[in-house]
């Protein structure tokens, strides 16, 4: 038809080589709510052939010296970071995030997650012991579990893709990862990039399509034992019971709803835009009509400010970011993660009682705690149920330390020595002299 624009038509990825798929899933412009590409509704025949190449990539790459690897590594980093603009257009356009966004934080912390791993993988240590009145020493190796299974989100998708492939690859897995249907452009475009840095056949295979059909295949299949997945609480479960015959390891980063706790010392010139920032960084109208009928004020945004569109965007998926008061605090706005640009304002009047409030939730991924009282920062934070707290900042991270959810926030946690440890298995080896 005159006028149609052609469809972006994505391929998996599968022992080095872009292979169709019999049936496809529409992906939508979020700015235009149109179909603008179409991801393969890949089910169990596609995992299997992508085990299969992972399996036998296996050997080859896990007895590559850490220094081989980490060339490779270092030089995936070298090429997406020369496309840098290209993913970052990508994923803007894919997710729906801003284009300050994904050029400043996405596709940079993708980039750095490559290099990070590559350099970690060359300084890690073994532990070593002697019993000399037995004449033995014992000593510890590790060495990589096999195929990892690889789920990631919608919200973050290269970013938290090469947070996971990483270290996987680093610690000379082989794997096969799934991202989400939602958002898999910026996976297939990385994966045109593979080849070019040295990366052998098998050793990253990639697998479009939906929980289902590819997740479950994955995170079922008796020769994957290692499970990485970041996403919902309801996924999440689902994947422990499809596991549990095969003791996998797993890795589960989960859901969050996350305090920011103000003081009435806190520097609101730091304080106030780092907050509008992690209030509204994400992309919910039921949420704010049922704080309304819960008796809620809202101050802005939702119901309350008319949204101006151009009229290619009408059908966007845009909504006003949105100020609740009056809230109660078993309220599922108070409750429950809200992925859209909706945050809630309540007052307290001690710490103690803040603290408590806060650690009703049964989540507890992450915190921020804002005051000038540094023995009051220090107090607070350990008292968090919380994996994570920033005082007096907000989304600093140092990739050594762990990262990770506490309750129903997951299980495990990602870092340089954590991610090290998931990735492989610990061998203890004595030796009688």
Known sequence: MAGTKALLMLENFIDGKFLPCSSYIDSYDPSTGEVYCRVPNSGKDEIEAA???????????????????????NQVADLLEQSLEEFAQAESKDQGKT???ARTMDIPRSVQNFRFFASSILHHTSECTQMDHLGCMHYTVRTPVGVAGLISPWNLPLYLLTWKIAPAMAAGNTVVAKPSELTSVTAWMLCTLLDKAGVPP?????VFGTGPRVGEALVSHPEVPLISFTGSQPTAERITQLSAPHCKKLSLELGGKNPAIIFEDANL?????ATVRSSFANQVRSYVKRALAEGAQIWCGEGVDKLNLPTRNQ?????LPTVITDIKDESCCMTE???GPVTCVVPFDSEEEVIERANNVKYGLAATVWSSNVGRVHRVAKKLQSGLVWTNCWLIRELNLPFGGMKSSGIGREGAKDSYDFFTEIKTITVKH
């Open 51 to 73: 085990v299969k190449a992972a399996r036998e990539a296996f050997p080859g790459w896990s007895s590559r010296s850490p220094q081989e690897r980490s060339r490779v590594l």
């Open 99 to 101: 284009l300050a966004l």
């Open 202 to 206: 098998g050793v990253v295979n990639i």
């Open 269 to 273: 010139d730091e304080c106030i835009p």
């Open 315 to 319: 059908a966007g998926y845009f909504m």
């Open 337 to 339: 993660e809200i992925f």
